[in-house]
């Protein structure tokens, strides 16, 4: 999470409702703020319903104060020593996460059964926010991985060093091995990766394994497709990550590759971005 950061207090921000998947975010988000010694802030957001016929808005706030007081919990179960801070934050959801990832170093949050989906959401939140955020947004899950390889996809291209930074520290913070996936798209998949492409990824991945000198790092070079291969590659991943969307010039849309292991990654997914950025309102 070094490169994502913009002060030291920056903290990691998890977004949460009354779904399974939050919960699991609140967990993940809690690891991450305690590993990197940041505040955690927890956000629920909602909108006031002006219909007379709508409950009152005491009727509306119990719930919503029940969600956080939930994620407050979970979140101290998980790492008792944290900086907690909750907020009820009236609006849309969409809205006030990609406000708060104009501030944070993280943004988590829950994938809404997104995984579970077999059309193409576009317009489901996490992708929109995953899209748009001004920082790096780690999808959550409903269920936690058993202890696993962190997984990092890369194309050498200009995501990789910021997708290696953070695959890097997460496999630290973890004590977890990384797989560094680097695969070759050949016209004929049963071609041999040429040896030259090893090579190049080798002196690509030297620098983070000279500064990260105790983690196990496996590098493999496939033929093949990549989103095939990294969706097999993720069912036995604890943690995916890959850059937001490779060398695509536009930051208004995802990747291809970080839309797939989105919708069909079975492991939490962080894509993550090149800079800390203003994120594209809603």
């Given at each position: 999470m070094r490169t994502m950061s913009l002060t030291a207090d920056a903290p990691v921000v998890v977004g949460v409702d009354d779904s399974p998947q939050s919960l699991t975010a609140v967990r993940l988000a809690a690891h991450e703020a305690a590993a990197h010694q940041r505040p955690l802030r927890i956000v629920h957001a909602f909108?006031?319903?002006?219909?007379?016929?709508?409950?009152?808005?005491?009727?509306?706030?119990?719930?919503?104060?029940?969600?956080?007081?939930?994620?407050?919990?979970?979140?101290?179960?998980?790492?008792?020593?944290?900086?907690?801070?909750?907020?009820?934050?009236?609006?849309?959801?969409?809205?006030?996460?990609?406000?708060?990832?104009?501030?944070?170093?993280?943004?988590?949050?829950?994938?809404?059964?997104?995984?579970?989906?077999?059309?193409?959401?576009i317009e489901a939140i996490s992708v929109q926010i995953a899209a748009r955020a001004g920082c790096s947004v780690l999808v959550a899950r409903e269920n936690l991985p058993p202890p696993a390889p962190v997984l990092v996809g890369i194309d050498c291209g200009a995501g990789t060093s910021t997708a290696l930074d953070f695959a890097f520290d997460a496999a630290a913070t973890r004590d977890s091995e990384l797989v560094v996936l680097r695969v070759w798209e050949a016209d004929d998949p049963s071609?041999?990766?040429?040896?030259?492409?090893?090579?190049?990824?080798?002196?690509?991945?030297?620098?983070?394994?000279?500064?990260?000198?105790?983690?196990?790092?496996?590098?493999?070079?496939?033929?093949?497709?990549?989103?095939?291969?990294?969706?097999?590659?993720?069912?036995?991943?604890?943690?995916?990550?890959?850059?937001?969307?490779?060398?695509?010039?536009?930051?208004?849309?995802?990747?291809?590759?970080?839309q797939t292991l989105l919708y069909h990654s079975p492991a939490p997914v962080v894509i993550v971005r090149t800079a800390h950025e203003l994120y594209i309102q809603a």
């Open positions: 909108n006031w319903i002006a219909d007379p016929s709508a409950p009152i808005e005491g009727e509306l706030r119990e719930p919503a104060e029940r969600i956080l007081n939930q994620a407050a919990q979970v979140a101290t179960e998980s790492e008792p020593v944290l900086r907690l801070t909750c907020a009820l934050i009236e609006g849309p959801a969409l809205t006030t996460l990609l406000r708060e990832s104009g501030s944070a170093a993280l943004l988590v949050l829950g994938d809404g059964g997104l995984s579970g989906q077999t059309a193409v959401p071609e041999e990766p040429d040896p030259s492409i090893a090579r190049q990824l080798a002196e690509t991945v030297a620098p983070w394994q000279e500064r990260y000198p105790a983690v196990r790092v496996t590098q493999q070079v496939r033929s093949g497709e990549s989103k095939h291969l990294l969706i097999e590659a993720s069912r036995t991943a604890e943690l995916v990550v890959v850059s937001m969307r490779g060398e695509q010039p536009s930051r208004s849309m995802l990747g291809a590759l970080s």
